[in-house]
């Protein structure tokens, strides 16, 4: 049953204090390990930017070690809250829902520590975050706000092969939240279309809010985009006339990098002379189904003859992430479905163009 209906949009004044919620994925993991990926970046630019404008954030996440503190400042204004739920480590996403009443328990228990209306309005982030959304914004008579990340019937219409559909119940929990929720975010008109055509969404009650990217960070060189390729070659090691096509992001099948290697191996055997120059970086730790099989994109880089020019590093942080951008002749996204594709946008805002595949953002 859901929750009574808080106060309806546009009738409450500008919140003072949002709590946020991301259950699956912490604000403070490094962006393309694990589950981390956009929608972190996303949750902790947007706490920052609320936080400027003098609203403070509470962001709830689940605790994945006992050493953790039970709370740490991302920012001035901006509130980390560890929550314990289910074990600290080695739990899969897809077992995260059994331990969602934990959570809640957890979330609400920091309430009961402040007085009535400490928190104005509930903004949560993916499916999971949304059931524990509904049960506080309920419980408190705030609005929720929700944003679906991704969604499991867009993505089970763009399986990648060998991809296992997204679970039932996640389609039913996101039947429910589309009903519940005062207000739903979408990144993009498209997004906001598979709301309604999928899901019966509200028209009324959707908002296309696009993301941004931190234009201070990702930018070109101030001495120009060929400067600034330039200096970014020299401080990553690699050769100044090289061929660069990049991939960045989580390696996993939806993510499809492996439809990059197979390019580079047909470009190779059309013209062989562009093994010389060519270097094909890839940025990213497995994820989600990729981590059945770790060493998988190594292994089919071997078997299609071009390992001799794939370089595979692990996730870095965001200011070495700009230069990988500045580096690249090109980013590549050859994602089966994306919700707005932020690494492209990050490209794009370095002066790098992008290559992506029609889908989603």
């Given at each position: ?23 699956h ?12 990926g ?17 609203i ?7 605790a ?26 080695g ?12 959570f ?50 867009v ?17 039913t929990?996101e ?14 008109a498209?997004e906001a ?26 930018r ?15 401080r990553?090691g ?29 470009l ?8 010389e120059?060519?270097?094909v ?5 497995p ?43 090109v ?6 479905s994306?919700?707005?594709?932020l ?19």
């Amino acid at each position: 049953m859901d929750p009574p209906r808080s106060r309806p949009p546009g009738t409450h004044s500008r919140p003072r204090r949002v709590a946020m919620l991301s259950v699956h994925t912490s604000p403070l993991h490094q962006p393309g390990t694990g589950d981390a990926g956009g929608m972190n970046v996303y949750v902790v630019e947007l706490a920052k930017c609320l936080a400027a404008i003098g609203i403070e954030v509470e962001i709830f996440t689940r605790a994945t070690s006992a050493a953790l503190p039970p709370h740490v400042e991302l920012a001035p204004g901006v509130l980390v809250r560890h929550v314990a739920a289910g074990p600290y480590e080695g739990l899969a996403k897809e077992n995260l829902p059994a331990h969602l009443c934990a959570f809640a328990h957890g979330v609400t228990q920091a309430w009961v520590d402040h007085r009535p209306g400490h928190y104005d309005l509930v903004h949560s982030h993916y499916w999971l975050s949304g059931h524990v959304g509904r049960l506080a914004a309920g419980r408190w008579g705030v609005p929720l706000v929700h944003a679906m990340h991704t969604m499991a019937k867009v993505k089970n219409a763009s399986l990648a092969e060998g991809e296992t559909p997204e679970p039932a119940v996640r389609v039913t929990g996101e039947t429910q939240l589309v009903r519940a929720a005062d207000r739903l975010i979408a990144n993009t008109a498209k997004e906001a279309d598979e709301l309604l055509r999928h899901y019966g969404a509200d028209a009324d009650r959707v908002a296309v809010v696009h993301p941004g990217v931190d234009l201070g960070r990702f930018r070109p060189d101030a001495r120009g985009v060929q400067a600034g390729r330039s200096a970014a070659r020299s401080r990553l090691g690699l050769r100044q006339d090289a061929l660069i096509p990049l991939f960045v992001g989580r390696i996993q099948p939806l993510k499809a990098p492996d439809v990059l290697l197979r390019a580079v191996a047909r470009l190779l055997e059309e013209r062989p002379g562009l093994r010389e120059r060519l270097v094909v970086p890839v940025v990213g730790g497995p994820s989600g189904s990729g981590l059945t099989e770790p060493e998988g994109l190594q292994k089919l880089a071997a078997c299609l003859g071009v390992s001799d020019v794939v370089l595979f590093r692990p996730p870095v942080g965001q200011d070495q992430l700009a230069d990988w951008y500045r580096a690249a002749s090109v980013l590549v996204t050859p994602s089966y479905s994306e919700s707005f594709g932020l690494v492209a946008v990050e490209a794009q805002a370095c002066g790098t163009p992008v290559i992506a595949a029609e889908v989603g953002g």
